[in-house]
């Protein structure tokens, strides 16, 4: 897919993106920024965030993003963001849960949360409600939440005692629920905030030639990840629908959507179900300890 050419100019904007450090976020963040967005990234490794940086100025000199770091694994880490965002930026115009991860191994943290469950359900559940503020202060806001099909194959367990037994894991599985959570969250966030300014919608970027299998995962996924190479295509295509709903007018009052290929998309009837989203908004008000 060829890079979007004709949209809008995002100057004055500010726009917020996890996991800009690698594969679909580096590429968002490199688009938005040529078009005059200043760039918020939230990396947790400070090389490749610097890295990412230098690209960005390489594509577009007039830039100048700043860079936050915090591992989003931690929910602390997250809280001290959310902090400093509202410190250092009076609007958010665009807040794109971007950064993910295909669990290895089960891994449970110190805060006692299995690791795909906190970085890609918990952490953008937290984040984005602590900076709803900011979104509501920009008058019209977007927020960007990157699932995937693979949401087809998830369901929400009854509590995280069940992520974290280690006779039933599979972190396939556990990525599949981790994205399902991404829609019905984007959804339910979606619902909350009808009246206002702010939309909120989810997208499956497609499958794309990204880190996210990488030499942890287990046998079973790099083998499918190797069967899939044909199929993928690049991060600069893989990021087309981020940046797309980033900027398009067409969606700036489009709310509750799950978009593929720059269009609205089917999800299973679990991710469109309204009791499962206000089921998981619970839960996951409980996991984060958010009143
Ligand atoms: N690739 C696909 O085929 C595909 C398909 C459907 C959906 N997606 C979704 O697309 C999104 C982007 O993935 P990608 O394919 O671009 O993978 P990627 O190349 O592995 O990039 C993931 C990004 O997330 C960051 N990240 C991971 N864990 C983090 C943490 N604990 N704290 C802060 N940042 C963290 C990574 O940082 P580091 O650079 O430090 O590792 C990296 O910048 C994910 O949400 C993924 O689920 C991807």
New binding site residues.
């Given amino acids: 897919m060829a890079v979007l050419p004709n949209l809008p100019r995002l100057d004055g904007k500010t726009v917020l993106i996890?996991?800009?450090?690698?594969?679909?976020?580096?590429i968002t963040a490199r688009e938005l920024a040529r078009r005059g967005a200043h760039l918020v990234l939230?990396?947790?490794?400070p090389e490749?965030a610097e890295q990412t940086r230098a690209l960005i100025q390489e594509a577009s000199p007039q830039s100048a993003p700043d860079i936050l770091l915090?591992?989003?694994?931690v929910l602390a880490e997250v809280r001290v963001l959310a902090a400093e965002v509202l410190r250092r930026y009076d609007t958010l115009d665009v807040l794109i849960n971007?950064?993910?991860?295909?669990p290895g191994a089960l891994t449970i943290t110190n805060e006692g949360h299995e690791l795909s469950w906190v970085?890609?359900h918990l952490?953008p559940f937290l984040l984005t409600n602590l900076l709803l503020p900011r979104l509501e202060a920009a008058g019209q806001a977007r927020i960007i939440n990157?699932?995937?099909?693979?949401h087809w194959l998830g369901e929400i367990e009854p509590a995280q005692n069940f992520r974290n037994d280690r006779e039933k894991y599979s972190p396939f599985t556990a990525?599949c629920d981790s994205?399902l959570a991404?829609i019905l969250f984007t959804n339910e966030l979606a619902h909350r905030l009808d009246l206002t300014g702010i939309t909120a919608n989810s997208l499956?970027?497609?499958?794309?030639?990204?880190?996210?299998v990488?030499p942890g995962s287990s046998r079973l996924l790099k083998l499918l990840w190797l069967l899939a190479r044909p199929l993928?295509v690049t991060?600069e295509a893989?990021a087309q629908t981020s940046i797309f709903l980033a900027t398009d007018p067409k969606v700036a009052t489009i709310s509750g959507r799950y978009f593929k290929n720059n269009k609205p998309a089917r999800t299973s009837s679990t991710a469109q179900n309204r009791a499962e989203a206000s089921r998981l908004w619970r839960i996951s008000e409980e996991e984060v300890g958010l009143e």
């Avoid at 915090?70 to 694994?73: F, G, K």
């Fill in positions: 996890t996991g800009a450090s690698g594969g679909i976020g580096q939230v990396c947790r490794n490749r915090c591992d989003l694994s971007n950064a993910g991860i295909m970085t890609n952490a990157v699932a995937s099909e693979a990525y994205k991404n499956h970027p497609g499958i794309v030639d990204t880190g996210l990488h993928m991060a893989g």
